[in-house]
């Protein structure tokens, strides 16, 4: 079935600089992939989609500049947080497009300190 | 506009006894409608679907789901729980007329006590 990669699983970053969450497709090709996030005990929140060679689609409410995707393969996409900040610690998922019920990562727990 | 609701925020349960885990939905066209499990700190594993046809969904490790176009629901079951099914379950809805997105219900933890 359709494998969705996501690293790293957790990472700890001062506050004001910047980190990557990569998302894989690892057994197909992803020309659609969306990032989440998840606040505790909270359900998943979609930020945008990401698109293979066009710019990310993002929901209502959610900062372009901050939040920087990158789709530029078919089996790779990225997640940039830029200059964090505490409020942006959270639990970041990656999901695909695919025929089977759509695969997730396993997601990214970011700690901003 | 799409929507999940997952009325109970936690369900306990005895292990051997049956578990359901409750979902309505509200779409404009054709539901598509999902089942995912989610274990501490890890992602989404899915359990099933429902694209059309039958209406009882069965999935991974021994979940079904029942669509029920009247009622709006997809509620998920499980003959015999187990104290490896506590986790934290989301009911998802895709538009068939409003392209990929998925939209989440707020989850339901579930509690299995030996």
């Known amino acids: 079935g359709a494998v969705v990669s996501q690293h790293p699983s957790w990472v700890i970053c001062k506050s004001g600089t910047s980190v990557k969450i990569e998302c894989r497709s690892l057994?197909?090709?992803?020309?659609?992939m969306f990032w989440y996030r998840q606040f505790p005990k909270q359900s998943l929140m979609l930020m945008a989609t990401s698109n293979e060679g066009s710019k990310a689609t993002y929901e209502q409410g959610v900062e372009k500049d901050k939040f920087l995707i990158n789709h530029a393969s078919l089996t790779l996409s990225t997640l940039t947080v830029t200059s964090a900040h505490p409020e942006d610690s959270s639990f970041y998922i990656c999901?695909?497009?695919?025929?089977?019920?759509?695969?997730f990562g396993s997601g990214t727990r970011l700690t901003v300190v | 506009a799409q929507s999940v609701a997952q009325p109970e925020d936690q369900v306990n349960v005895a292990e051997g006894n049956p578990l359901t885990v409750k979902c309505t939905y509200s779409?404009?066209?054709?539901?598509?409608l999902f089942w995912y499990v989610q274990y501490p700190n890890r992602g989404l594993q899915f359990l099933l679907k429902?694209?059309?046809?039958?209406?009882l969904v069965k999935g991974s490790y021994g979940f079904e789901a029942e669509f029920n176009k009247s009622q709006t629901s997809f509620h998920l079951k499980k003959p015999s729980a187990l104290v490896s099914d506590s986790a934290l379950y989301f009911c998802?809805?895709?538009?068939?007329?409003?392209?990929?997105?998925?939209?989440f219900g707020g989850g339901t933890r579930v509690l299995v006590k030996p």
């Open positions: 998802a809805v895709r538009d068939g007329a409003a392209g990929n997105k998925l939209t």
């Open positions: 429902y694209i059309t046809g039958d209406n």
């Open positions: 779409v404009s066209g054709n539901p598509y």
């Open positions: 057994d197909f090709q992803a020309t659609t």
């Open positions: 999901s695909a497009r695919a025929g089977t019920g759509p695969p």
